[in-house]
């Protein structure tokens, strides 16, 4: 399994933007499918985003297209995600995964501990 350590959460304000990083170790990195998602308080974890490890095709939830942008730099082992026009509802605990192609993101095997993200109002 690969190892994943995310980074760049914060603390911003409603309209500002964030990018989330999600470094790997492990030597086939750039095999898997990675993805993001998030968990709010009190909430069900929620897919964000996915990209794959070939064509690096990408796939998002209805409620961050055109907001958010995955992408992968498998030179660096590192998948991103960069966060603009933030609300208050993208408010979660966000967590990088990493997965086997065609494998959906719930059986993925290695995930992150997790970054905080919040948006004031």
């Known amino acids: 399994q690969v190892q994943l350590v995310e980074s760049g959460g914060g603390l911003v304000q409603a309209g500002g933007s964030l990018r989330l990083s999600c470094a790997a170790s492990g030597r086939t990195f750039s095999r898997y499918v990675m993805a993001w998602i998030r968990q709010a308080l009190g909430k069900e974890r929620e897919f964000v985003a996915t990209?794959?490890?070939?064509?690096?095709?990408?796939a998002y939830a209805d409620s961050v297209k055109g907001r958010f942008t995955i992408s992968r730099e498998n030179a660096k082992n590192t998948v991103y995600l960069q966060m603009n026009s933030l609300k208050p509802e993208d408010t979660a605990v966000y967590y990088c995964?990493?997965?086997?192609?065609?494998?959906?993101?719930?059986?993925?095997?290695?995930w992150g501990q997790g970054t905080q993200v919040t948006v004031s109002s």
């Open positions: 995964g990493a997965g086997q192609t065609g494998s959906h993101w719930s059986e993925f095997g290695s």
């Open positions: 990209i794959g490890w070939s064509d690096g095709t990408t």
